[in-house]
């Protein structure tokens, strides 16, 4: 299975990676880590303004990113996911 990158502003962790302070925007593609011990295969992926989502193969959902509106599947102010 190959990697899934991302990159752009990362805010509200919508690149999968905790932000920083200054500034919260990845420059350049980073491989997302999931914290499944095998990666998995990613067959479609969507990615929203404050939020990303995909399916694998076996059509388990991931989703990360700000949640305070469900976006995430989950209604809380904590941002994350994976």
Do not use: M
């Not at 690149?15 to 420059?27: A, I, V, Y």
């Not at 929203?48 to 700000?66: F, I, P, Q, T």
């Amino acid at each position: 299975a190959g990697a899934l990158y991302s990159w752009g502003c990362n805010r509200n962790s919508q690149c999968g990676f905790k932000p920083s302070k200054e500034p919260p925007t990845l420059c350049a593609p980073q491989a997302i880590q999931f914290e499944s011990a095998q990666t998995p295969r990613v067959v479609k992926i969507a990615a929203g303004r404050s939020h990303s989502v995909c399916v694998d193969d076996e059509g388990k959902l991931y989703c990360w990113g700000a949640c305070q509106y469900g976006q995430c599947g989950v209604l809380t102010r904590r941002r994350g996911g994976l």
